[in-house]
């Protein structure tokens, strides 16, 4: 068990790609850390350098307070999942598992206690003689865990290892992960593209977009404060609603009308030096029938047509279609292409609400709907700096 | 992939034309087989069945050493050629499937053209130069030539077969603790054993069936190989007819590779087929 720590990583391929710009990252003893982003924003590569697969083009790695740029994985001690689970078709459930122990020339009675422990954990006892070929999509996931942890590694390594997972067996084995790294508490550094795997399982969320660190937190960090609009519509779902807003005398212009700028907003936007065009963000959590709502004054409400009702059983999925148009951004088209549909241009915006099982409203009609204020987030457009959070305390690191 | 009609007519109408297609390239087989067999006397009658059954050609061939010093010669000759071709074919086959070096493609290419390339124009060049050099009518006069056109083969053939082996496997191995050595002996040539036996096979046959560089490039019993040997074949006497030794000695030929073949055929199939399966 070792603490990691990457100063100033930087990966450079031979082409002239910066694929990592010097990532600056520590990770406790025994920690679970989750590097998440969309496809190519170099959480792999990250993941690769710490196993020793990919060189280091500059900066520093140190495992246990040791720098290992230069040792070759087999000698840096950290065992790796795989998303194909990467089983040696040729071998055994048992030969897979042994093959770490094999390769460290460890006894033979040793390898079997070690094997079937693993196993037991894992149950996989009565699977032990089958060849990976035969087992399910399950089975061979928990194989390649078992050949990680059967070594007790100062880290595992796991690269998206659930995301080849049907559904309902991915939520299963999640629960699985996380139980057996509070048991056996090995240092843990886990990548994944969904965002919902990062909240639930990490101690620690590491959020990157093409090669830099976004915002590093705890999961609740990340989804109450988001440094910038990426990390704001990256975490969450439903994610975050993006509307465009306009600061004016003494009110904020955005689709569903006016909302008045109260000393908290004011004194931020001038601290920040805000332009007039802003985007505005909040979570479908934040609004409510406004039916339902005691304190109706607190917060703003509107009256909107609906487009579409989701009823979720706990809570209702509520769709809106505002006038004013989408919110235009940057970060915002990189979001909508991770996605994987840049947004069909539009004149309206649409707008995502959960509302309590209990509210009436229905497709069609028009609704009242209350909307907290106080959740509400500012983006500048340009860089995406989330300028409600400038008065607290810096949330975690943000870099550039 | 369209699903194929299995019904009694389809199955009658496939099996007929795999029988045309069977005989077609058996009857020549067939045909060398029953001539070998036939008498002297009886070898021009025109019989695919012979009317006189003889063993004597086959008796022969043994009986003289011209046949059995070419037998040994083709065989140590083709073993070899085989062995170092696929060994460095698979070490070069990896290095292509697996790395990114400077000159890769160069590489690929230049072997794509020595496989191409007419091996008729190269049988002067090749004659003068190992009359010079002493390498003419010696056994590594032939096994050089054999690897320089097998390694192509060779190469193409592995390199297609490492292409199918999942790098991350690799990785694991790198990563439970193997050195790149043992990563490749342990679990990728495990893996890429189908792939290494059908290039063997089709190397070895290859080099036991040439007759171009065999006949330009030998000149005594020393190290010409069986089918050169089988040309300069003369009957018992100066005027018998030697077709039915000839008929034997190429019968006796085609054994090996049939046993080749039929040795490592479950080996074949897999690895003709390793790819469509996921491991």
Redesign the interface.
Known sequence: MADIVLDKVTKSFPDGTTAVHGIDLEIADGEFVILVGPSGCGKSTTLNMIAGLEDITSGELRIGGQRVNDRAPKDRDIAMVFQSYALYPNMTVRENMAFPLKLAKMAKEEIDRKVGEAAKVLELTEHLDRKPANLSGGQRQRVAMGRAIVRSPKAFLMDEPLSNLDAKLRVQMRTQVSRLQKQLGTTTVYVTHDQTEAMTLGDRVVVMRGGHLQQVGDPQTLYDRPVNLFVAGFIGSPSMNFLPATVEENALRCPMGELALDDRLRRLLTAADAPRQLVLGIRPEHFEDAALVDQAGKGFTFTAPVDLVESMGSDKYVYFSVEGGPAVAADLEDLAADAGGADVPHDRANLVTRLSAESRVRGGQEARIWMNVDKIHLFDPSSGRNITLQEEEPAGVAAS | MATLDTGPRAKLKWGLLDAVVVVFALIPVLWVVSLSLKTTATLTDGNFIPREWTLDNYRLIFQTDQFVRALINSIGIALISTLIAVVLGTMAAYAISRL?FPGKALLVGVSLLIAMFPQVSLVSPLFNIERQTGLFDTWPGLILPYITFALPLAIYTLSAFFKQI?W??E?????????QA?AFR??IA??AAPGVFTTAILVFIFCWNDFLFAISLTSTEQSRTVPVALSFFTGASQFEDPTGAISAAAVVITIPIILFVLFFQKRIVAGLTSGA???
Do not use: S, W
Request: glycine share 10%; charged share 40%; proline share 10%.
């Open positions: 990114d999942p991350d496997l990785k694991a191995a790198k990563m439970d603790g193997a050195t043992e342990k679990v495990p893996l399966v996921k491991g």
